[in-house]
């Protein structure tokens, strides 16, 4: 335990210094965690000293974030996973944990931006909160405000929330949100433009600057026009259905027949 601790308190100095060295955060974080498996922590049992459960929870919630910063969403999911034990199991037995409703809110925003509506609501209604204690959270509050306004098509909301997040870390998974939202207005546009002037386009698509919708549009195969300040989108050939209709009139003939039989 005594060199848990020496790394444990390196990791706090490397993640908290401005800027957090993240490199270094990843090499303590996966020495700390075979420490923790040794010391049968990581998934902890039984009865434990409660300040070696306070210092692995808070290591794992390190963890937590430090995936968020590297945009390292499988090791995300790990870390939210090992903590679950301490949030659930050990909630009576340890003091709260400052992290723990910020964390749950970014799982929370995760399960949106992999479109897993019905796993968010399910995780919604098993958090350790009273209904009406939800829009005074932030880090709770925030996700649902994003699930309604997904579901309401209310794009320009979910965009604006970016800059009301209430850590810094949800603002990666709204960009993610984003990208999955701009590639759905971009369908819509191509099905119902033939072009757009650049600058309706950007608006459309919640770009700020030229250069990322041009990105955008080389992405998607359009058209560009810098003198005309134009957008060609590219059309897809019209899909041919053969309609089988020969089978249709029999098979209504045949119905036809079972009915007059019928009365």
Excluded at 66 to 95: G, K, M, N
Excluded at 203 to 209: E, I, K, Q, V
């Amino acid at each position: 335990m005594s060199q848990l601790k020496s790394l444990y308190d390196e990791l706090q100095r490397a993640f908290y210094s401005r800027p957090s060295d993240l490199k270094k955060c990843g090499t303590l974080l996966a020495q700390l965690k075979i420490g923790l498996i040794e010391a049968g922590l990581l998934l902890p049992q039984g009865d434990l000293n409660l300040t070696d459960l306070a210092v692995a929870r808070d290591i794992l919630e390190i963890g937590a974030f430090w995936s968020i910063r590297t945009r390292d969403v499988p090791s995300f999911d790990r870390y939210f996973s090992q903590l679950q034990t301490f949030y659930t199991d050990y909630a009576s037995s340890l003091p709260p944990s400052k992290r723990e409703f910020p964390i749950r809110g970014l799982n929370l925003i995760r399960l949106l931006t992999q479109n897993r509506i019905a796993d968010f609501h399910t995780t919604l209604e098993s958090l350790p909160l009273p209904a009406d204690a939800i829009a005074d959270n932030p880090y709770i509050s925030h996700p649902v405000n994003l699930e309604r306004w997904l579901m309401e098509g209310s794009y320009s909301k979910v965009w604006n929330a970016r800059e009301e997040a209430p850590a810094e870390e949800y603002k990666f998974f709204v960009d993610s949100l984003m990208g999955t939202i701009r590639n759905e207005i971009a369908s819509c546009e191509e099905a119902a433009y033939e072009s757009l002037p650049l600058k309706d386009a950007a608006t459309l698509l919640f770009f700020t600057n030229q250069s990322e919708l041009l990105k955008f549009a080389q992405e998607r195969g359009w058209q560009v026009n810098l003198s005309a300040s134009t957008i060609t989108f590219a059309r897809k050939g019209e899909e041919k259905i053969e309609i089988p209709k020969q089978k249709l009139i029999a098979a209504s003939l045949a119905y036809a027949r079972e009915l007059e039989q019928i009365v």
